[in-house]
């Protein structure tokens, strides 16, 4: 689908857009009284002949139901179809069924056969130049089903009462059907001029939409190259002003005096935050980037865990924090990017550190789920949060802990996520507090390989 074609239907679907279903019951109004009005002067055209004749009852009972009950039924179907326009000329092929009937039942009165052929003419070319032969096919149908009942009956010669009776059909229904199909088609061509002018004002919007998201993302594409290719020029001085910094607390170049050890330990601490920064920044930027692709190998979660876990070891024993590990003996193992692994894993182990009291328990855990997922947990005993506070936890450079207390970057979990993400999965966290958190990492299916 186009998308002015797309957007066609937005506006014709718009509620506010009140004036295509005004102009659409106009058009079944209309038509209504057209069809009062014709089939009134066709009843006279019509009517002359049979009070010449000995005329059947269910011939007059005919009769009167096209002129006095058709049109209402006619007006019922098309206002109450979702088209119409549609149900409009179905109703014109009923209208020259009728006809195709009344000329058999007049015995094929000229003049009278004529005045309907020229109005059921008159009402195809109205609504569509195509409907103009299946009408006649219909009058030709009816003639030859009412020839039928009543014994192919022929009187061709018109009197001059039938006669007068047909001309104020000729006299009046064209210009009748012309002023009000005259006045439909510039009532229409108002509303295709409106319905153009939305269309292109709101692809004009959408244009001017997609260029400023392109722009967008391609200003956010450039920004994430450049600071992925920036890796080695910013993380090499870091780690030489912290090796200096390193070496003067050491003694290296000298005793210093307490202040100068409390300055070394500053510039160390500071320089290892802004790496820190430094690394999570661009980790994320190579993800954003697309550059981080995935070296997917076979990895035993257990002894995964076994390398991770020290990284973290000696903050845990300064707060002595208890670190436990529960793996099932007939644990799968999982294919994917076991450097990428062992980060969220470090993330989420040195949030749970940083965030859990003194002689608090933290849990490394892993399992397969109902639906044949590895799910890895990292739960611990910490100070935990408020579920409404999840999502701001997940927003990058957003920090909850509003005391300073715990120096971070703000991106360990958003980088998790994305890492997650990666490998077709995500991240889920349950929180209370004073309790402690549950982060668990859900691995699809597809990535466990057979024990």
């Not at 269309?199 to 391609?218: D, G, K, L, S, W």
């Not at 954003?288 to 997917?296: D, F, P, Q, V, Y």
């Not at 799910?375 to 506070?389: K, N, Q, Y």
Request: aromatic letters at 6%; a negative charge; glycine letters at 8%.
């Amino acid at each position: 689908m186009t998308l002015t074609e797309k957007l066609l239907n937005q506006v014709e679907e718009d509620p506010q857009s009140t004036s295509l279903l005004e102009h659409r019951q106009r058009f079944v109004r209309t038509v209504y009284r057209i069809r009062i009005v014709g089939l009134l002067l066709l009843g006279l055209s019509l009517g002359a002949p049979l009070f010449d004749r000995a005329t059947p009852l269910a011939d007059w009972v005919f009769l009167l139901a096209v002129v006095f009950v058709w049109p209402h039924v006619a007006y019922l179907l098309s206002r109450s179809s979702p088209n119409p326009a549609a149900a409009e000329v179905r109703n014109v092929l009923i209208d020259s069924l009728l006809g195709g009937i009344a000329m058999g039942a007049i015995a094929f009165n000229i003049i009278p056969c004529v005045v309907v052929y020229l109005v059921l003419c008159i009402n195809s070319f109205g609504l569509n130049t195509k409907l103009f032969g299946q009408s006649v096919l219909m009058v030709i149908c009816g003639a030859a089903g009412s020839a039928v009942l009543h014994g192919f009956q022929f009187d061709p010669h018109s009197s001059l009462y039938e006669i007068l009776f047909s001309l104020p059909v000729l006299l009046i229904y064209p210009i009748l059907a012309g002023y009000a199909s005259r006045n439909a088609a510039r009532r229409l061509r108002r509303q295709t001029d409106a319905l153009s002018a939305e269309v292109t004002r709101r692809i004009a919007a959408e244009t001017t939409a997609q260029r400023a998201r392109v722009a967008a993302e391609q200003a956010n594409h450039t920004k994430s190259e450049f600071l992925a290719g920036m890796s080695h020029e910013f993380r090499t001085p870091l780690n030489a002003i912290i090796g200096f910094a390193d070496a003067l607390k050491a003694g290296i170049a000298g005793p210093l005096n307490d202040k100068q050890a409390g300055y070394a330990d500053h510039i160390s601490k500071s320089g290892g935050l802004l790496l820190e920064l430094v690394s999570d920044l661009l980790d994320l930027s190579k993800l954003e980037a697309g550059k981080n692709n995935l070296t997917e190998v076979a990895i035993s979660l257990p002894a995964l865990a076994d390398e991770v876990l020290p990284l973290v070891q000696e903050q845990a024993l300064a707060q002595q924090l208890t670190l436990a590990t529960e793996f099932p003996d007939n644990l799968p193992q999982l294919c994917a990017d076991a450097r990428l692994v062992k980060q969220m894993l470090i993330n989420l182990l040195s949030n749970a550190v940083k965030f859990t009291p003194d002689g608090g328990r933290i849990t490394l855990s892993a399992r397969c789920t109902g639906e044949d997922e590895i799910a890895m947990t990292v739960e611990d005993t910490g100070i935990g949060m408020r579920a409404e506070d999840i999502p701001r936890a997940m927003r990058k450079f957003e920090q909850l802990d509003t005391d300073r207390k715990n120096e971070g970057t703000g991106l360990g979990l958003p980088l998790v996520h994305e890492m997650i993400t990666l490998h077709g999965g995500q991240l889920k966290l349950q929180s209370e507090p004073g309790v402690g958190t549950r982060a668990t990492l859900y691995f699809p299916a597809s990535r466990v390989l057979a024990a």
